[in-house]
């Protein structure tokens, strides 16, 4: 029943370096897309969303592009730091629908 | 600190045995939501509760059941316990009745059947 699909599984990259996670979706009638952040041993926490109206958010370093008439929206995370090191789920949600993707763990090497 | 509470932390029990996990939302948020995550594994919708009524339900086995209580609180109960119920049980809460918005997660419950 998975209709969020994302990628890589996992991730490396060079300190310094971009970031970029992919999500594609299904379900048209989503009209929600959060990407969550997760360190281990901690729950998930909302990192960014958009919405469908527009085609980017950028809150930092952190960057969302969405392309519906594709399906797909992105995470890119710019300057990545040993920080940033963490599992990240793509979601789509619509009223009480909401779909996660399986998670990318990324891990920036200093 | 997300404020969602979830007890116990860890739990290692056997194979046939039940289980309670509870999770205390956020002050003022009606939802509480279950998630399971196993290794590897997405984040699996479970159920969800809103002010003390199930509103929305996703892959929860029969041998799952969950409730929520006048003061918000919630409880999953997982029963007949199999090796494969091993899992990180997450509880999440929002102030809304639909999954449109922040979704506020616990620490989780690491349950472990042996």
């Known amino acids: 029943q998975q209709q969020v699909k994302q990628s890589p599984q996992s991730l490396i990259v060079q300190k310094g370096g971009i970031s970029i996670i992919n999500c594609a979706y299904e379900?048209?009638?989503?009209?929600?897309f959060p990407w969550y952040q997760q360190f281990p041993g901690k729950g998930p926490a909302l990192l960014i969303a958009?919405?469908?109206?527009?085609s980017e958010k950028k809150e930092g370093r952190f960057t969302i592009s969405f392309n519906k008439s594709a399906k797909q929206f992105s995470l890119h995370i710019m300057d990545s730091q040993p920080g940033d090191s963490a599992t990240y789920f793509c979601?789509?949600?619509?009223?009480?629908?909401?779909?996660f993707g399986a998670g990318t763990r990324l891990t920036v090497k200093p | 600190d997300s404020g969602v509470t979830q007890t116990p932390k860890h739990l290692i029990t056997a194979t046939g045995q039940r289980v309670t996990l509870r999770c205390s939302p956020r002050?003022?948020?009606?939802?509480v939501y279950w998630y399971q995550q196993s290794l590897d594994q997405g984040l699996q919708f479970l159920i969800q509760?809103?002010?003390?009524?199930?509103?929305a339900k996703g892959n929860i086995l029969e041998r799952f059941s969950a409730q929520q209580f006048p003061d918000l609180h919630s409880e999953l109960n997982l029963s007949s316990l199999e090796l494969g119920d091993s899992a990180l049980y997450f509880c999440?809460?929002?102030?809304?009745?639909?999954?449109?918005?922040?979704?506020?997660f616990g620490e989780g419950s690491r349950l472990t059947v042996l």
């Open positions: 958009i919405r469908p109206d527009v």
């Open positions: 979601a789509a949600s619509k009223g009480n629908d909401m779909r």
């Open positions: 002050s003022g948020d009606l939802s």
């Open positions: 509760y809103y002010n003390g009524e199930e509103r």
């Open positions: 379900n048209t009638a989503f009209d929600y």
């Open positions: 999440a809460s929002s102030p809304a009745g639909t999954r449109t918005g922040e979704l506020f």
